[in-house]
């Protein structure tokens, strides 16, 4: 038990970089404002939707009470939060368990298999927490105080609370564990990591649908049609997965059949984990090293090869465009991150309008009145620069680099070349984005090819200057420390900064384009009057990161 | 070749000296060995002359170029292999010697012929068309050694070249590095296997704790308090 507490104790310092923070918050005493803005920044996205879930909830627990089965609600909150748990919990145990970098280290040490699962197991657990905090926080809670529970029910809750992510996640380790005793998936790591971030867009698009088809002010008329139709695919989950209804049933009510479900919730538990735990003393190596097998197929380069594609001789800022370009495309976290939501980002904000049709129908007579021209072609305008600013590909450029940044320090080229080649990867990125949005414009909100041919053009002039800004806070403070790719994207606050930087342009040229429309400019001179600013803000901008790089390059020790 | 005036630096904020008043002169036509106990200041001082860190003060002239204010001009003359041969592992070794030929703007019909008979020599010829990530640590070694040659500078500055090589390469390298200074360049490498310093070497230079304790030929090593092989040379020098 002692060999398994260190353990446990030095997974959780390592996971969560207690130890780093402390050394640098305590001791170097660098970026201290950087957690506060992170954690106001997560609590605005967590609260975001915790409003929309508690909504439904509200609504659900109106619409339970008068149906007499209040308790829909918990059912509802534990069948889907059990149910996301599970689908998530696949990948995040099989990267825990199988694609950690420091499972290497932990199988030569003198450990039991058991022990390395159990800690695995922790530390997936305690991040699925936070995945139960938006869903199933909210069930309780309305539930418990719109019933008017008492403090047993409380009591039950936390304990439930608790155990909640038990059941999914040993029932997700014992697929996976022994999935990778027979298959080999380890070779498949980064298809593994990209079909387990596309699922994350999945639902979280198909949540966004849910909620934007819940028309505002008729909530509850929407929820007991939801019920009347849907009841039956709650039961069904239900009857699927009972471990929900155990919950629901042990939790809802005090009498001594539920104390039975809530012993057997809390039973199926125990027995679950301990069944992982007993597995993986069995097999949990022997699926390691089975997957450990290296692939002995090389492949050489042919002499036609050399000939062609390695027989040309181009500039260093296009040698490094196209390294940087293979890079992107071969990281899954980055093309999750930096192309995939930019790709549904314009689904999404057209979403509303296609669930809601009352909605959809007032937004097509403004796009096809004449009236409103000029507004509406600036919104396409808006909405590209929007859309194509929400990615990290040029606010984590230089912070990619990580540990090979020494190679940019060593070459021959300078420093303001090397970001060029940044820039127009970065710019190739965003007209993927503005693209796929331009069509969207054009097929489904039936923007004419002309508008489409100007929002276009300023779409592309405005990108320049949010990708400079967007590069400037990454060339100003890089994030180069990191051991794998999710750090340098998703957990670099650059990310973040640099957006709130570029917003700044965009509201100059929002401001711009107001100011020229309320003075009654004519059409054409809004949309020249509009390039010159963006043309005369991404110059600046452009040059202004040249600059800085030039000095900053210098700066930067590795 | 290399110039090193009185080159300092020191980490966090000046409590500790890596490297201290350093002076060293390397001529063209020799391979100098650089040694030193771990953390003496060997990576630092390659890591300053190569630009990967800033001094605090003191100069350093790469072929006549100042690396501070002739940045490209005397990067354009070096080549260097690190310690831990990181490199883009998502890309081929074929796109990574490649893009190295770009950069130094090799044209294709030299980078070709180079590129082939380096392959060869390491026997990555079979690899090259993999990507890096499925490289072991001594075709890492390799790959990254061959993107540093690929321009053919005239010094090369290896640090630790050695480690991970197989016996093959290594003694193949090692023949390299002499055909490369015979033709009047120059190689500075880092080593702690003191018997290839000691075979292979025109001159050492033994730096302890930032500071150079000692520098020349074996013979001139020899001629000093401290008489033996290079290894009790060293351990006494450093142990002072």
């Given at each position: 038990m002692n060999t398994f507490l260190t353990l446990l104790k030095t997974s959780l310092n390592v996971n969560f970089g207690i130890s780093a923070l402390r050394h640098r918050?305590?001791?170097?005493?660098?970026?201290?404002?950087e957690p506060v803005l992170i954690g106001v920044s997560f609590a605005f996205g967590i609260g975001t939707l915790m409003a929309l879930t508690s909504a439904f909830f509200i609504a659900l627990l109106i619409a339970g009470k008068s149906m007499g089965q209040p308790e829909i609600v918990l059912a509802m909150g534990f069948v889907s939060a059990q149910l996301i748990i599970l689908m998530f919990g696949i990948f995040y145990i099989m990267g825990a368990f199988y694609f950690s970098k420091d499972i290497d280290i932990l199988?030569?040490?003198?450990?039991k298999p058991s022990h390395i699962i159990a800690s695995k197991f922790v530390i997936v657990m305690i991040n699925e927490y936070l995945t139960l905090v938006p869903i199933l926080l909210p069930a309780v809670i309305i539930y418990g105080a719109g019933t008017g529970q008492g403090i047993l029910y409380w009591i039950k809750a936390l304990i439930l609370w608790l155990a909640t992510p038990v059941i999914p996640l040993a029932m997700a380790g014992l697929f996976v564990v022994i999935l990778m005793r027979f298959v080999n998936i380890r070779k498949s790591k980064d298809l593994l990591a990209f079909v387990g971030g596309f699922l994350g867009v999945i639902v979280a698009v198909g949540t966004n649908f849910f909620f934007q088809r819940m028309p505002k002010g008729k909530e509850e008329e929407f929820i007991q049609n939801f019920l009347n139709t849907q009841s039956g695919l709650v039961k069904t989950v239900g009857q699927k997965f009972p471990p929900a209804l155990w919950a629901t049933k042990g939790l809802a009510e005090n009498s001594p059949e539920a104390i039975g479900y809530f012993l057997l919730f809390i039973g199926t538990c125990l027995v679950l984990l301990a069944a992982l735990l007993w597995l993986a003393n069995r097999i949990f190596f022997k699926s390691l090293l089975s997957g450990q097998e290296v692939n002995r197929r090389r492949r050489s380069v042919s002499q036609r090869e050399m000939d062609g594609k390695y027989g040309k001789r181009q500039s260093p800022v296009l040698a490094l465009f196209w390294k940087e370009w293979k890079l992107f495309f071969r990281t899954p976290i980055y093309v999750m991150n930096g192309l995939v939501g930019m790709v549904m980002a314009p689904f999404l904000i057209i979403m509303p309008y296609i669930a809601n049709k009352e909605a959809g129908a007032y937004m097509f007579d403004i796009i096809s009145n004449p009236q409103y021209t000029v507004p509406v072609t600036l919104a396409g305008v808006g909405v590209l620069l929007l859309v194509t600013n929400m990615n990290i590909v040029a606010n984590t450029s230089v912070s990619?680099?990580?540990?090979?940044f020494w190679v940019s320090k060593l070459i021959p080229v300078p420093a303001k070349q090397q970001i060029l080649a940044k820039v127009l990867h970065s710019i190739a990125i965003v007209l993927i984005g503005i693209v796929v949005t331009a069509i969207v414009l054009a097929v489904i909100l039936k923007y004419t090819p002309i508008r489409i041919i100007i929002i276009v053009f300023l779409a592309i002039i405005g990108s320049f200057s949010t990708v400079a800004l967007n590069l400037m806070v990454d060339v100003l403070?890089?994030?180069?420390?990191?051991?794998?790719p999710q750090e340098a994207v998703k957990r670099n606050i650059n990310a973040i900064l640099g957006m709130l930087a570029s917003f700044v342009a965009l509201g100059i040229f929002a401001g711009v384009a107001a100011m020229m429309v309320f003075m009654g400019a004519p059409e054409w001179l809004v949309y020249t009057g509009l390039a010159v600013i963006m043309g005369a803000v991404a110059a600046a901008a452009l040059f202004g990161l040249l600059k800085l790089s030039e000095w900053k390059y210098k700066k930067i020790e590795v | 070749m290399i110039n090193i005036k009185n080159l300092s630096k020191s980490y966090n904020k000046g409590s500790v000296k890596a490297v201290d008043n350093l002076n060293l002169h390397v001529n063209p036509g020799e391979i100098f060995g650089f040694l030193g106990p771990n953390g003496a200041g060997k990576t630092t001082t390659i890591k300053m002359m190569i630009g990967l860190l800033n001094s605090d003060s003191g100069s350093i002239s790469i072929k006549g170029f100042d690396n501070q204010k002739q940045t490209l001009e005397a990067k354009r003359n070096i080549g260097y292999v690190p310690d831990n041969p990181d490199v883009f592992d998502r890309l081929t070794g074929m796109e990574y010697l490649n893009f190295m030929a770009d950069i130094y703007q090799v044209e294709p019909d030299v980078r070709k012929e180079r590129i082939k008979s380096f392959l060869e020599m390491f026997g990555l010829n079979d690899a090259a068309?993999?990507?890096?990530?499925?490289?072991?640590h001594g075709m890492k070694q390799k790959i990254v050694l061959t993107g540093a040659l690929v321009h053919d500078p005239a010094l090369w500055i290896l640090d630790e070249p050695l480690v991970g090589l197989d016996p093959k390469s290594a003694h193949q390298l090692k023949e390299l590095m002499r055909k490369h200074c015979d033709k009047g360049n120059t190689v500075f490498f880092s080593t702690h296997v003191l018997e290839v310093a000691e075979k292979i070497c025109d001159r050492i230079g033994i730096i302890n704790r930032g500071k150079l304790v000692a520098i020349g030929t074996m013979d001139e090593l020899r001629k000093g308090e401290q008489a033996g092989s290079l290894e009790n040379i060293f351990l006494e020098l450093t142990e002072q």
């Open positions: 918050f305590i001791k170097q005493k660098r970026r201290l404002w199988v030569p040490l003198p450990l990619r680099e990580g540990n090979m403070r890089p994030k180069l420390e990191w051991t794998n | 068309g993999d990507l890096i990530k499925s490289y072991s």
